[in-house]
């Protein structure tokens, strides 16, 4: 996949029913099972994303912390469905909206492993900050991954890639 930003922006669809999908497409040469141990363990989770404290199997609901945040907050977090290393769906309730499911795959193209990031909104959902705070996040898992340099603070993130989003 190419690396320049406009491949790399979330790319919002409108369902039939008028909800909003906004999806992610990221890929390394690394094996599936290192990118699925970067997407869950908890010492890699805890570099680009949070901490989930709890069981950790389908239908357990945990306390997901996004750290990275300006004021982290543990909110309950159940996980939908699990089949290592291929796919994750995790659903929370994120502070102040309606609850997030996040379903996250896992696929080899080539000699590629190929994450697809998918979340589904509402109708009237203003997804434009959510689809650049997510790109802001798998840009850090990228980093866990491959070890390239992490993007930096939100505020630097936001001025070089808000223009492509719209916001200035």
Known sequence: M??????RRGVVTRLGDGRQRLEFRRSWPDPVEDVWAALTEPDRMARWIGT???ERAVGA??????THEEEPVGE????????PPRRLV?????????????DLRLST????TVLRFVQVFGADADVTD???GWHWYLAKFGAEVDG????GEWAAFLAQVGPAYGRP
């Open 148 to 151: 390239s340099p992490a993007p």
């Open 52 to 54: 989930y404290e709890g």
């Open 76 to 83: 309950p977090m159940t996980i939908v469905e699990c089949d």
């Open 109 to 112: 193209e080539g000699d590629r």
């Open 130 to 132: 959510f689809a650049l």
């Open 2 to 7: 190419s690396e320049d930003l406009e491949t």
């Open 90 to 102: 995790v659903e929370w309730v994120q502070q102040d909206t309606d609850a997030w499911r996040v």
């Open 61 to 66: 609901t945990g306390t997901f912390t996004m």
